[in-house]
């Protein structure tokens, strides 16, 4: 036991460089309390306990704004960089060397039963503010983006970003090209406008010509039958109307 906690403490000076002393991870980082609440919480959850072991995982909750599932699983070296916000879920499972920043959440989708929540791989790496949500694996070594949302089984090696999340780069080597300025995502209102404007000047130009050609002519620009087109009392009342 203590040697893990040597490990946690020496993970956290290692992924973070603002933690320059031993001292300060211990008063500083509510992500490594909230680990060893865990810790506590899971065995008291595993005997049978699970009342207590909620009580202890709310507790932690409230002292360090991170909660965790007393059931779930999470193995050595675990970090969670500031950690406000970080959601874990029941049956979440979580390999060594893992680190989430904060914000994450790591939860299930609808009221399914059994094993709902996603499962992290070794040395998964998760961004700020992302969810990674339902019965999904992130392979190992995979980095999901700040704000993404991932909803499918992501192979190792791998970085996602996006809603929902897109697999972008694999071993290394880009996937695809995507667009990530989502501040220039169309609006379909201003498009419509836009469409009826470019008709309207479209149509205007040709009623233009249409007229020029007519005065070159001679004709009257509108041919019509007087006593057809005349509109009729009927119809007048219909044009109040509208």
Same mark, same amino acid.
């Given at each position: 036991m203590l040697q893990r906690a040597r490990d946690d403490i020496r993970a956290v000076k290692e992924r973070d460089p603002a933690a320059t002393s031993t001292a300060a991870v211990l008063i500083n980082y509510p992500g490594l309390h909230a680990l060893?609440?865990?810790?506590?919480n899971h065995w008291l959850w595993n005997s049978g306990r699970t009342g207590i072991s909620r009580f202890g995982s709310q507790l932690a909750r409230w002292f360090t704004g991170i909660e965790i599932h007393p059931g779930a699983t999470i193995g050595d070296r675990f970090f969670i960089d500031h950690g406000s916000g970080v959601v874990i879920g029941e049956t979440?499972? =979580?390999g060594n060397d893992v680190t989430l920043y904060q914000g994450v959440t790591l939860g299930g989708t609808g009221k399914e039963t059994g094993k709902r929540h996603p499962t992290l791989e070794d040395c998964v790496v998760v961004g700020v503010g992302a969810a990674v949500l339902g019965n999904i694996t992130i392979g190992r070594g995979s980095k999901v983006g700040g704000g993404a949302v991932v909803i499918d089984d992501v192979p190792p090696n791998c970085t996602v970003v996006?809603?929902?999340g897109r697999v972008v780069v694999r071993s290394g080597e880009r996937v695809e090209? =995507?667009?990530l300025?989502?501040?220039d995502l169309p609006d379909p209102v201003v498009e419509m406008f836009v469409c009826l404007t470019?008709?309207?000047?479209?149509l205007e130009r040709r009623l233009a010509r249409d007229e020029s050609l007519s005065e070159e002519r001679g004709e009257p620009p509108f041919p019509f039958d007087a006593a057809q087109d005349e509109p009729s009392p009927d119809d007048e009342d219909t044009?109040?109307?509208i």
């Open positions: 060893w609440w865990h810790r506590v979440a499972i =979580i996006g809603v929902p090209a =995507i667009d300025h989502h501040e470019r008709r309207v000047d479209k044009a109040c109307k």
